[in-house]
């Protein structure tokens, strides 16, 4: 069988990010955090629909895994009475493999990167980078300028998200774990034979950014290695410090000083 090492760091307390283990599959979601009081945080719903999904990743029917998470989706908004386009929301990203097959599904900005016999394959969602402008970008200049991480950031950040809120799961815009089941549809999908796979990378976006963004590791491959000799854990620690370099965002402007970190190592290489 596969071994799964996982770490997990929270920016603020408690994390959002949540981590699903099973024999034969691993997911994680990352809450979307709110920047008005609510009961129900990013956190809860990232918890509640992990509960939900867990008996389809465990079924041994093997259910499509977008019909998977579109069952899920259902259950928590029904269970809850939540309302598409005024739910907290979640990212959502699977691995999940059996004898002849590793699949995986991406829904927002938690990527899984494979690795395989010939390369490196990132299966990653950026629709929502993808609507980034200067309009909505006030938060970053701000950073940028020297102001921190104030209450004008905080202000220019809610902007920002109510903004590109406006384009969450509609035709033109980012889709994401929330009350419309149909979002599962719009996941990105990936699969490889399973003899072709060695190792692969769950991440959050407050580990994937010491890829994307800080240059904490050349490539994907860099940080995997990390992992392997020394831990995952030591992977947090590393994109922790270069955060904790750039304490007032200027040199890497983000939402916020410290995100959540959640990250597991899949490894499939002592099956042989």
């Given amino acids: 069988m596969p071994t799964v090492e996982v770490a997990e760091r929270a920016g603020t307390e408690p994390s959002e990010d949540v981590v699903l283990t099973l024999p034969n599959a691993v997911a994680v979601l990352d809450g979307a955090t709110s920047l008005r009081p609510t009961e129900r945080t ?26 998977s998470l579109e069952a899920a989706i259902a259950e928590v908004s029904t269970a809850h009475g939540l309302s598409p386009g005024d739910s907290p929301s979640s990212t959502v990203s699977v691995l999940r493999w059996n004898e002849r097959l590793v699949e995986a599904l991406v829904l927002a900005d938690s990527p899984v990167v494979v690795f395989t016999g010939s390369g490196v394959d990132a299966v990653t969602d950026d629709r929502l980078d993808a609507l980034r402008t200067p309009g909505n970008d006030g938060h970053r200049e701000w950073l940028r300028d020297g102001g921190g991480f104030d209450e004008r950031h905080h202000r220019e950040l809610r902007a920002a998200v109510d903004a590109t809120g ?45 890829v994307d963004q800080y240059g904490s590791y050349r490539d994907w491959r860099g940080l995997l290695e990390h992992a392997r000799t020394e831990s995952p854990g030591a992977v947090l620690e590393r994109i922790r410090a270069a955060e904790r370099s750039d304490p007032d965002g200027r040199r890497w402007p983000r939402p916020k000083r410290h995100d959540d970190q959640a990250l597991a190592v899949v490894e499939f290489t002592s099956d042989g």
Wanted: hydrophobic fraction near 45%.
């Fill in 42 to 67: 990013g956190g809860w719903y990232a918890a509640e629909l992990a509960a939900a999904l867990r008996p389809h990743l465990d079924s041994p029917a093997e259910p499509d895994l977008a019909e």
């Fill in 166 to 210: 406006r384009w969450r799961n509609v035709e033109g815009g980012f889709w994401v774990a929330e009350a419309d089941p149909r979002a599962a549809h719009r996941a990105i999908r990936r699969d490889w034979p399973r003899e072709a796979v060695r190792s692969a990378l769950l991440a959050s976006d407050g580990v994937s950014c010491g």
